[in-house]
Protein backbone atom coordinates (compact mmCIF):
# COMPACT_ATOMS: atom_id res chain seq x y z
CA UNK A 1 0.00 0.00 0.00
CA UNK A 2 1.35 3.50 -1.16
CA UNK A 3 1.49 6.26 1.31
CA UNK A 4 0.41 9.87 -0.52
CA UNK A 5 2.38 13.19 -0.80
CA UNK A 6 -0.57 14.99 0.18
CA UNK A 7 -3.91 15.42 1.97
CA UNK A 8 -6.81 14.14 -0.04
CA UNK A 9 -9.21 16.52 -1.01
CA UNK A 10 -12.52 16.35 -1.76
CA UNK A 11 -14.56 18.74 -4.50
CA UNK A 12 -17.99 19.32 -5.37
CA UNK A 13 -18.71 18.56 -9.34
CA UNK A 14 -22.12 20.08 -9.94
CA UNK A 15 -21.91 19.03 -13.46
CA UNK A 16 -21.96 15.59 -12.37
CA UNK A 17 -23.86 15.15 -9.25
CA UNK A 18 -21.13 14.08 -6.98
CA UNK A 19 -18.06 14.56 -4.78
CA UNK A 20 -15.60 13.18 -5.58
CA UNK A 21 -12.15 12.44 -3.12
CA UNK A 22 -8.38 13.14 -4.85
CA UNK A 23 -5.38 11.92 -3.72
CA UNK A 24 -2.05 13.25 -5.09
CA UNK A 25 -4.67 14.85 -7.81
CA UNK A 26 -6.38 11.41 -9.09
CA UNK A 27 -9.95 10.61 -8.27
CA UNK A 28 -10.22 8.21 -5.47
CA UNK A 29 -13.63 7.85 -4.96
CA UNK A 30 -17.46 9.72 -5.10
CA UNK A 31 -20.56 10.07 -3.59
CA UNK A 32 -23.25 11.03 -5.66
CA UNK A 33 -26.61 12.51 -5.03
CA UNK A 34 -29.36 14.70 -6.87
CA UNK A 35 -31.28 17.73 -5.50
CA UNK A 36 -34.73 16.96 -4.59
CA UNK A 37 -36.20 20.71 -4.01
CA UNK A 38 -33.67 21.74 -0.70
CA UNK A 39 -33.16 17.90 -0.40
CA UNK A 40 -29.72 16.81 -1.52
CA UNK A 41 -30.41 12.50 -2.51
CA UNK A 42 -27.08 10.65 -1.95
CA UNK A 43 -27.60 7.43 -3.54
CA UNK A 44 -23.99 5.75 -3.92
CA UNK A 45 -21.01 5.86 -2.78
CA UNK A 46 -17.53 4.44 -3.74
CA UNK A 47 -14.12 4.59 -3.15
CA UNK A 48 -11.65 3.17 -5.83
CA UNK A 49 -9.93 -0.41 -4.63
CA UNK A 50 -6.34 0.68 -4.63
CA UNK A 51 -7.88 2.98 -2.24
CA UNK A 52 -9.65 0.84 0.17
CA UNK A 53 -9.18 0.90 3.76
CA UNK A 54 -7.71 4.08 4.27
CA UNK A 55 -10.80 5.88 5.57
CA UNK A 56 -11.63 8.25 2.68
CA UNK A 57 -14.99 6.96 2.45
CA UNK A 58 -15.51 8.65 6.18
CA UNK A 59 -13.63 11.67 5.08
CA UNK A 60 -15.39 12.10 1.89
CA UNK A 61 -18.95 11.74 3.27
CA UNK A 62 -18.08 14.17 6.14
CA UNK A 63 -16.93 17.03 3.88
CA UNK A 64 -19.77 16.26 1.33
CA UNK A 65 -22.52 16.47 4.58
CA UNK A 66 -20.80 19.46 5.84
CA UNK A 67 -21.26 21.46 2.24
CA UNK A 68 -24.56 20.54 2.13
CA UNK A 69 -25.09 22.46 5.28
CA UNK A 70 -23.50 24.83 4.30
CA UNK A 71 -26.16 25.04 1.38
CA UNK A 72 -28.67 25.23 3.85
CA UNK A 73 -29.76 21.70 1.99
CA UNK A 74 -31.16 18.51 3.44
CA UNK A 75 -29.61 15.19 3.59
CA UNK A 76 -31.59 12.02 2.40
CA UNK A 77 -29.05 9.22 2.62
CA UNK A 78 -30.67 6.43 0.20
CA UNK A 79 -26.78 5.65 -0.24
CA UNK A 80 -26.12 2.47 2.73
CA UNK A 81 -22.86 3.72 3.41
CA UNK A 82 -24.52 7.40 3.86
CA UNK A 83 -26.91 6.02 5.96
CA UNK A 84 -24.56 4.26 7.98
CA UNK A 85 -22.24 7.15 8.57
CA UNK A 86 -25.57 8.85 9.57
CA UNK A 87 -25.94 6.56 12.66
CA UNK A 88 -22.80 7.04 13.74
CA UNK A 89 -22.20 11.04 13.33
CA UNK A 90 -25.55 12.56 15.02
CA UNK A 91 -24.20 16.36 14.22
CA UNK A 92 -25.66 15.90 10.79
CA UNK A 93 -29.48 14.62 12.41
CA UNK A 94 -31.26 18.15 12.16
CA UNK A 95 -30.79 18.39 8.53
CA UNK A 96 -31.40 14.27 7.94
CA UNK A 97 -34.51 13.36 5.99
CA UNK A 98 -35.92 9.52 5.90
CA UNK A 99 -35.87 7.54 2.61
CA UNK A 100 -39.34 7.22 1.54
CA UNK A 101 -41.08 5.09 -1.06
CA UNK A 102 -42.04 8.75 -2.38
CA UNK A 103 -37.93 9.50 -2.45
CA UNK A 104 -37.26 6.23 -4.06
CA UNK A 105 -39.56 6.37 -6.60
CA UNK A 106 -38.14 10.22 -7.78
CA UNK A 107 -34.81 8.81 -7.74
CA UNK A 108 -35.55 5.90 -10.02
CA UNK A 109 -37.47 8.27 -12.28
CA UNK A 110 -34.79 10.84 -11.73
CA UNK A 111 -31.70 8.02 -12.79
CA UNK A 112 -33.98 6.48 -15.53
Not at 22 to 28: I, N, P, S, Y
Not at 41 to 63: N, P
Amino acid sequence: MSQSSTAPIVERVDARHRYEILVDGERAGLTAYRDHDDQRVFYHTEIDEAHAGQGLAAQLVQQALTDVRDLGKRIVPVCPYVAKYLKKHDEFADITDPVTPDILRWLDAELG
